[in-house]
């Protein structure tokens, strides 16, 4: 049972099934979700539940991803929450479990993403840190090929999703979750920095270091806040159980944060 009952609206599969399509979820289509279970109300089967809803409002022809991040898998000298002794760096780069797609689980991510990670006829793409997972007919196309040394650019499953004419699906979530928003970050001129995980490779696992742009989530908030009133026909605001959700096309999105950046967060490195 949920830790915390009675806290409402009630939401059941059928439920949130209906509100997606309320708010224009259409069948078919592919789609990109952003969640808050706990901003819904109370779901009757949680993640699940809405896992199942989602899969319903997109029906067989449809295709739902998520961003199915693993973070932990990186550099400990990094490590902020909580940070770890220096002496501890080289036996946690030399141990770290390698990236498998199949295994290695979300972190920080909620639990949504885990669910569809593991959801039967799953895909994960192959960054050991910034992967996607997706169930349905576009599933593979959307997530091959994923680079190890691009994170969130044009090898990524963002830039296949703009060119499938996605849409994105913040349920409950704000626009600092948009990872839609990196992309525009790689097709600007930023610094490079180093990142490093464990890999397995055909000689067996590495530690692997590779330079790539700086991305970071800094004003998302306020990108988002001015990419819906500069462009108001492109976002539909909704509503799906008590989670306020806003809904609009990859592209849009990802075209207006790369004029934007560029002008309100110049040099920003993370």
């Not at 069948?27 to 539940?49: F, I, M, N, R, Y």
């Not at 319903?56 to 929450?81: I, K, Y």
């Not at 909580?82 to 990236?99: F, G, H, L, N, Q």
């Not at 509503?239 to 950046?261: H, K, N």
Request: charge should be negative; glycine fraction near 10%.
């Amino acid at each position: 049972m949920p830790e915390t009952p009675g806290t409402g609206p009630l939401c059941t599969r059928e439920s949130i099934a209906s509100d997606l399509r309320g708010i224009g979820i259409r069948p078919g289509e592919t789609l990109l979700v952003h969640t808050s279970l706990s901003a819904l109300g109370w779901v009757c089967g949680g993640a699940e539940a809405l896992v199942q809803a989602l899969l319903d409002a997109l029906g067989d022809d449809g295709t739902l991803v998520v961003p199915a991040h693993s973070g932990g898998n990186s550099d400990p000298s990094e490590w902020g929450s909580p940070p770890v002794p220096e002496s501890w760096w080289p036996t946690i780069r030399a141990t770290m479990p390698a990236y498998d797609p199949r295994t290695s689980p979300t972190r920080g991510m909620g639990v949504v993403p885990e669910t569809v990670r593991n959801w039967p006829g799953a895909v994960r793409s192959a960054h050991p840190q910034t992967s996607f997972a997706a169930v349905g007919p576009r599933a593979a196309e959307l997530t091959a090929g994923h680079r190890v040394d691009d994170r969130l650019g044009e090898s990524s499953p963002l830039a296949r999703l703009e060119e499938a004419g996605a849409r994105v699906l913040l349920l409950g979530a704000g626009y600092d979750s948009c990872t839609a928003f990196h992309l525009a970050e790689y097709r600007i001129p930023s610094p490079l920095v180093e990142n490093s995980f464990a890999v397995m490779t055909p000689e067996g696992r590495k530690w692997l270091t590779v330079r790539e742009p700086a991305i970071s989530e800094e004003r998302f908030d306020e990108l988002g806040a001015a990419f819906e009133a500069a462009r108001p026909a492109s976002v539909s605001p909704g509503r799906v159980g008590a989670a306020a959700t806003r809904l609009f096309p990859l592209a849009d999105a990802v075209a207006f944060a790369g004029t934007w950046l560029p002008e309100h967060r110049p040099g920003v490195v993370h």
